[in-house]
């Protein structure tokens, strides 16, 4: 397809287990960030890269969570240990930063629950 | 993470109606967005400002880019059925050749009547 895709697009989860989200951007883009929206409020940025470095993981609320990108496409968000508080919608978003001025495409998001 | 001030948080109002909701940041930024949320899907991009002081339409959609750079209105004009969803405003301090996060707002619910 010609937009971002995420996969799954929901997924329910047992207190104490790792989950793997993943995210295909636009074809091309170079650039892919990872949001966390929890229930009723905005979006709170996690990390993102470019190409396939991480120059910003400041929004990572703990080392149980990780994302890798490789081949400057697909990257896959890794929660490990997954508390309740983790239950949120993950975004993901993707843009093309050479262009003069950046617009980041959002995918429909991956909606995690943690029993 | 920090999150912009967005006001009002919901509107319930009529179809015909003038809306408008406005976002503050303590800090400043290069570029102010407005995007849309449909119950489902993720966030839409409604309209992009890149200059203090700028003035953007995009249908019956107007945003404003705050002199201080701090600040930004979205009106919607003779709202319809359609412009239901959660409105939200980021902030941007973007750099050509550098991916940047986007700040966004708490967002504002809208509800329109018949």
């Known amino acids: 397809g010609a937009g971002v895709s995420q996969s799954p697009s929901n997924k329910v989860t047992e207190k104490g287990k790792d989950v793997e989200l993943r995210c295909d951007p636009i074809?091309?883009?170079?650039?892919l960030y990872w949001y966390r929206q929890s229930l009723g409020q905005g979006l709170e940025f996690l990390i993102y890269?470019?190409?396939?470095?991480?120059?910003?993981k400041s929004g990572l609320p703990s080392d149980r969570f990780s994302a890798e990108r490789t081949g400057g496409s697909v990257s896959t968000l890794t929660i490990q240990r997954t508390q309740q508080e983790d239950s949120a919608v993950y975004l993901c978003?993707?843009?093309?930063?050479?262009?003069?001025?950046?617009?980041?495409?959002f995918g429909p998001g991956t909606r995690l629950l943690v029993l | 993470g920090q999150q912009l001030n967005q006001s009002p948080q919901s509107m319930f109002i009529q179809e015909g109606e003038d809306v408008s909701m406005n976002c503050t940041s303590s800090?400043?930024?290069?570029?102010w967005l407005w995007y849309k949320q449909d119950p489902g899907e993720g966030p839409v991009l409604l309209i992009a400002?890149?200059?203090?002081?700028e003035l953007t339409s995009n249908g019956r959609l107007t945003a404003q880019f705050g002199i201080t750079r701090k600040d930004s209105f979205l009106n919607i004009s003779a709202s319809i059925p359609s412009d239901v969803g959660i409105y939200f405003c980021?902030?941007?301090?973007?750099?050509?050749?550098?991916?940047?996060?986007?700040?966004f707002g708490t967002g504002t619910r809208l509800q329109v009547t018949l």
């Open positions: 978003a993707s843009s093309y930063v050479p262009a003069r001025q950046e617009t980041q495409y």
């Open positions: 074809s091309g883009h170079t650039a």
């Open positions: 890269f470019q190409g396939n470095s991480a120059p910003d």
């Open positions: 800090s400043i930024f290069n570029t």
């Open positions: 400002l890149y200059k203090a002081g």
């Open positions: 980021a902030g941007q301090s973007w750099r050509t050749g550098t991916a940047s996060k986007l700040t």
